[in-house]
């Protein structure tokens, strides 16, 4: 079975962090960038942060720079997303997606060109 899994979302207070990962399973990371998106209740999805196949390139969010970091552990097919100095405004189900095509840029923070998604996972953030 192809599938993205993400965990570690959860209730945490505000200023607090969460460490999220996306396991693959079915089909590869390796060679494939990887993107972590969000959405919150009544909003549109929006792009957090993204990786390059070699895990060199890390792209952020204006929102999330800063306070947010992205890696990947290619021998345990896993890309993961540390969360910290978390606010409400955090508040989403947060996705994981791999790029459709190997070696492909990472840099663009559209949802286009990611061919795998999760199912997502979420992050509740009190005040």
């Known amino acids: 079975q192809v599938q993205l899994v993400e965990s570690g979302g959860g209730l945490v207070q505000s200023g607090g962090s969460l460490r999220l990962s996306c396991a693959a399973s079915?089909?590869?990371?390796?060679?494939?960038?990887v993107g972590w998106f969000r959405q919150a209740p009544g909003k549109e999805r929006e792009y957090v942060a993204s990786?390059?196949?070699?895990?060199?390139?890390?792209y952020y969010a204006n929102s999330v720079k800063g306070r947010f970091t992205i890696s990947r552990d290619n021998a345990k097919n896993t890309v993961y997303l540390q969360m910290n100095s978390l606010q409400p405004e955090d508040t989403a189900v947060y996705y994981c997606?791999?790029?459709?095509?190997?070696?492909?840029?990472?840099?663009?923070?559209?949802?286009?060109?990611?061919?795998?998604w999760g199912q997502g996972t979420q992050v509740t953030v009190s005040s």
């Open positions: 997606a791999r790029k459709t095509l190997e070696y492909s840029s990472a840099s663009n923070g559209s949802p286009e060109g990611y061919a795998y």
């Open positions: 079915g089909l590869t990371l390796s060679n494939y960038g």
């Open positions: 990786i390059g196949w070699s895990g060199k390139s890390k």
